[in-house]
């Protein structure tokens, strides 16, 4: 009995530490795919959302090979593949032949509504030798990164009040239709931990990227970003506190079982117009304010995401 006692008690704890690993962060990458693990081809591929990769220490070594990137429909590649396109922000209209390539970090944007889920295996296939040059098979149950909706603001002083929030990545909230009478004398976003927001929070950026004491809003739909080195895996609660006053104005509660994408960029704080319907409802216009701007191709993936759940919470607004 007391043999059995000991052994479960590491067995629970394994268990449980790998519940909570599977439960708890998609990591800083994303949620691992699969390596290539060749002499060809080498790298390991991360989800990122339901059509982003992220690809890191990626190696090709064949010179002027007729090969591509081949999203495939069945575990082991064949001629019935797509081409993914790299670099994911094309210069060229047609898909150029991948180069050589030693220890690079890119994404990947899956083509037109392709989805990794639908997805069997990634290869890098030689177009003319119809063949493999190295693959890796999606697994069934992988589970893929996305944004995820919280409620709204709880409404508690000031006119504070807003849609739900959205997690759009591991550092990044999306509030939309924000309102907040902007009276508060030493009013910040803050987040921290506990089971009920209090005034030792660390103060969140607004959606400028300023740590001045917030202004008003009329329902704007704002973006605001965690501060280094924190994400929303390590948070509890986001508020809109008053300093001076230890008054909780609203918040909302950070759930635990998340598994957003990562926050492969930094630097995407904004404001969002939506332009009056009037002219054309299905166009909606959108107006961004960066703060600095960076070229590379994931901040472009995490902006285009911004974007598409920005159209989806204006659509269930209405
Ligand atoms: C907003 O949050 C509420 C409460 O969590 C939820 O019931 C509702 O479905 C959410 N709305 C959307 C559009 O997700
Ligand atoms: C909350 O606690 C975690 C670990 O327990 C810590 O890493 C994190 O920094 C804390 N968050 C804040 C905002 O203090
Ligand atoms: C843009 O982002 C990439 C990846 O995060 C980084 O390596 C690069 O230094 C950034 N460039 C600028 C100009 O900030
Ligand atoms: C707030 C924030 O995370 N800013 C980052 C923006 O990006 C630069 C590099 O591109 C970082 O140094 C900053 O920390």
């Not at 708890?24 to 060809?40: L, N």
């Not at 149950?141 to 995820?148: F, G």
């Not at 509660?253 to 904004?270: C, F, H, S, W, Y």
């Amino acid at each position: 009995m007391a043999n059995l006692k000991s052994l479960l008690v590491p067995l629970l704890f394994l268990l449980s530490s790998s519940l909570q690993a599977f439960a708890i962060d998609a990591g800083e990458f994303g949620v691992e795919i699969g390596d290539f693990g060749g002499q060809t081809v080498a790298g390991k591929v991360y989800a990122v959302d339901k059509n982003t990769l992220y690809v890191r220490g990626f190696k090709f070594n064949v010179r002027d090979a007729d090969a591509f990137f081949w999203a495939g429909k069945e575990n082991v590649p064949s001629t019935s593949g797509e081409i993914v396109r790299y670099p994911a922000e094309p210069k060229t209209p047609d898909p150029q032949k991948l180069p050589v390539l030693n220890d690079v970090a890119f994404i990947l944007k899956l083509p037109h509504g392709l989805t990794i889920k639908s997805l069997k295996s990634l290869a890098v296939w030689d177009k003319t030798k119809l063949k493999s040059l190295g693959s890796i098979v999606i697994p069934e149950n992988l589970v893929v990164p996305e944004p995820r909706v919280l409620p709204e603001f709880s409404r508690i002083a000031h006119g504070l009040r807003s849609g739900n929030v959205t997690i759009l990545d591991a550092k990044t909230f999306l509030i939309p239709d924000l309102h907040y009478d902007g009276t508060g004398p030493d009013a910040y976003f803050l987040v921290g931990n506990g089971s009920k927001p209090h005034g030792n929070g660390v103060k969140v950026p607004n959606e400028h990227g300023s740590l001045n004491v917030l202004h008003g809003y009329n329902g704007e739909t704002i973006v605001i970003q965690l501060p280094q080195p924190l994400t929303v895996y390590n948070i509890e609660w986001l508020v809109m506190w008053c300093i001076k006053y230890n008054h909780n104005f609203g918040y909302v509660r950070i759930p635990k079982d998340l598994n957003v994408p990562p926050a492969l960029e930094q630097n995407k704080t904004g404001v969002f117009k939506a332009e009056p319907a009037t002219s054309n409802p299905n166009k909606v216009e959108v107006q961004v304010q960066e703060r600095k701007e960076n070229g590379s191709a994931i901040q472009q993936s995490t902006f285009a995401t911004v974007i598409m759940c920005l159209v989806a919470v204006l659509f269930s607004m209405r």
